[in-house]
């Protein structure tokens, strides 16, 4: 992961560059990109301001067998909805490199009254010596390293159903429970050695439908993650308090830990990860009033070989939920996926994705033909 927000400087006012920060916001977000550049403009002052994004379209072939069995074709974004990232750099002063980041990003979906236009990042960064501080809306801390999968990162992966419209749901809930996008204020280290973590103060995650919760504390995640020249290593955790305000139930804490690594020898890359939560859902923060029925875990195999400008891949991955008694919750699902760079900028895509679940319901196989513009 790129973190530092050192920015290059440029004499052309209309040139492309690396944007580091910026594509640690998107690299967080599951993207991974063949030329991830920013189309940057400076002032004669010291301000810069640059955006870049991407853009993806899929077309979605899927066979559906339960709930109901259907077949049904749709047009739609993948795990990434279409971004486009704002970003303002302020000329360094005190050895302070302040900036400003605003993402907006939309569903593809038929008719204007459907679309979903929404912002998942908007926050102030500050970096120095002593690393980089992050305050506002941004990702989150615990199951980032995981969610740099490829199968994710260009890919549609877990689909809704059979009228998916909006952005699907990658590996989340079948290989890593997903950080989202949450106001923090956020540490990153500097990297030490090859060392580098962090550590944050979040928004608490409600208990849906429950008027009687209340949360007095911040919800705390931190991450380490090491990195060599071929391989990286990561964990993370989170905690959350959950308490009553009248008592009609009692306080609790949400938690979770992850651990995954990754690793490649040429052309070849192979990643893994596997974490259990505790008192929330198996997908995305849901605070539940009793953590000790609604144990969690979700773990995933990855590999993919990269040929010139294709790469090719599969990937496996499962997860489990005590919510409801038994295996009924408990899903798992395959991703062969192959990737072509036409260009450096535009990426053709082919996946075929099926879910099991434990008792048959949302089962699915899916043919996938697909296309994303970086810019």
């Known amino acids: 992961m790129i973190e530092n927000n050192n920015v290059p400087t440029s004499s052309n006012n209309h040139s492309f560059r690396k944007a580091p920060l910026a594509a640690a916001v998107l690299l967080a977000a599951g993207v991974s990109s063949p030329a991830l550049a920013e189309v940057s403009f400076e002032s004669d002052n010291g301000w810069k301001a640059g955006f870049n994004g991407h853009i993806p379209i899929f077309a979605v072939f899927g066979n559906y067998d339960q709930p109901t069995d259907e077949d049904s074709f749709t047009i739609t974004t993948g795990f ?84 998916q419209v909006a952005a699907t749901a990658g590996r989340i ?20 050695g090859g060392l580098q973590f962090k550590v944050g103060l979040f928004s608490p995650s409600k208990v849906d439908g429950v008027t009687d919760a209340e949360y007095t504390m911040p919800r705390i995640e931190a991450n380490v993650v090491y990195s060599g020249d071929n391989f990286s290593l990561w964990s993370s955790g989170f905690t959350q308090d959950v308490d009553s305000k009248t008592g009609t ?37 849901a605070a ?80 996938i033909f697909g296309s994303q513009l970086t810019f």
Do not use: C
């Not at 679309?115 to 990702?139: L, P, T, Y």
């Not at 809930?173 to 030490?192: C, D, E, H, I, Q």
């Open 173 to 192: 809930g079948n290989g890593y429970f997903y950080a989202n996008f949450t106001p923090r204020v956020m540490y990153t280290s500097n990297s030490l």
């Open 80 to 163: 990434n909805p279409a971004t486009l990232q704002t970003n303002i750099y302020a000329p360094t002063q005190n050895g302070l490199e302040v900036s400003g980041h605003f993402q907006m990003n939309a569903n593809i979906a038929p008719g204007d009254a459907n679309a979903e236009f929404r912002s998942r990042v908007s926050e102030i960064a500050v970096a120095g010596d002593f690393g980089q501080v992050n305050i506002g809306k941004g990702f989150g801390i615990y199951g980032v390293p995981a969610i740099g999968d490829n199968g994710s990162a260009l890919g549609v992966g877990l689909i809704g159903g059979p009228d």
């Open 249 to 285: 139930f009692d306080d609790y804490t949400m938690s979770g830990i992850d651990f995954g690594g990754s690793v490649s020898l040429g052309g070849l890359s192979v990643r893994g990860n596997y974490g259990m939560t505790q008192g929330t859902g198996n997908g995305v923060f």
């Open 288 to 367: 539940r009033l009793d953590p000790n029925e609604e144990d969690a875990s979700q773990w995933y195999v990855e590999t993919t070989y990269q040929i010139n400008r294709t790469t090719l891949g599969v990937s496996y991955g499962e997860g489990e939920d005590d919510i409801v008694a038994g295996d009924s919750n408990d899903t798992d699902l395959t991703m062969l996926f192959a990737r072509y760079a036409a260009t450096d900028h535009l990426t053709l895509m082919a996946e075929y994705t099926t879910l099991g679940t434990g008792d048959g319901q949302g089962e699915y196989d899916a043919i």
